[in-house]
């Protein structure tokens, strides 16, 4: 597996060596082994979520405070998402910035996101399921959303045919200025 660190430190672009033939194609998508002695991250995964979204569905941008802090490991399994990361630890020199990469059941990318940041993705194809491992369990207690447009974050989304449908929380999300963000 192929891991490339992103513009923001920590966020790292998984590319997983794959074998095809004419019956179809063969990958490894997650080692733990190798997944950690490539990027030093030694968390265990302890929960997976699937997500199905239609296009322009935008989801996010969550996270979750400590004591329950989650890290990611995000692939889309159909379809293609626009997927996120912002760095929210105040102490960060890229604190309030954004990194996006394309991942997509074709191109088999994976997005490592670690605690301290916020994650969205925007649902490109006509349908689009996403899975993704948690370093920690959901819990509602710790779990804060960002808007999606905040204008400080000022993320360049890729076009969209009409306006994006979010869900009621991610309507209510608050500014970055507003929400606790990590240390």
Request: hydrophobic share 40%; aromatic share 10%.
């Amino acid at each position: 597996m192929l891991m490339i660190p992103l513009p923001i430190s920590d966020v790292l672009r998984l590319t997983p060596q794959v074998w095809g033939d004419p019956r179809g194609c063969f990958y490894e998508s997650f080692n733990q082994r190798e997944f950690q002695a490539h990027s030093g991250v030694e968390w265990p995964f302890v929960q997976d979520n699937h997500s199905v979204s239609t296009q322009g569905v935008i989801r996010g941008l969550h996270y979750q405070l400590p004591p329950k802090a989650q890290g990611k490991l995000v692939r889309a399994v159909v379809g293609e998402i626009f997927d996120v990361a912002v760095d929210i630890r105040r102490s960060s020199p890229t604190f309030g910035q954004w990194v996006g990469e394309i991942l997509s059941a074709d191109n088999q990318h994976q997005l490592w996101i670690p605690p301290g940041f916020a994650h969205g993705f925007m649902a490109l194809s006509a349908r689009a399921e996403v899975l993704y491992k948690t370093t920690d369990y959901w819990d509602s207690g710790c779990e804060r959303t960002i808007r999606w447009d905040d204008p400080a974050i000022a993320i360049v989304w890729p076009p969209c045919a009409s306006a994006p449908l979010l869900s009621s929380k991610d309507q209510q999300a608050l500014l970055l200025e507003q929400v606790e963000v990590f240390a």
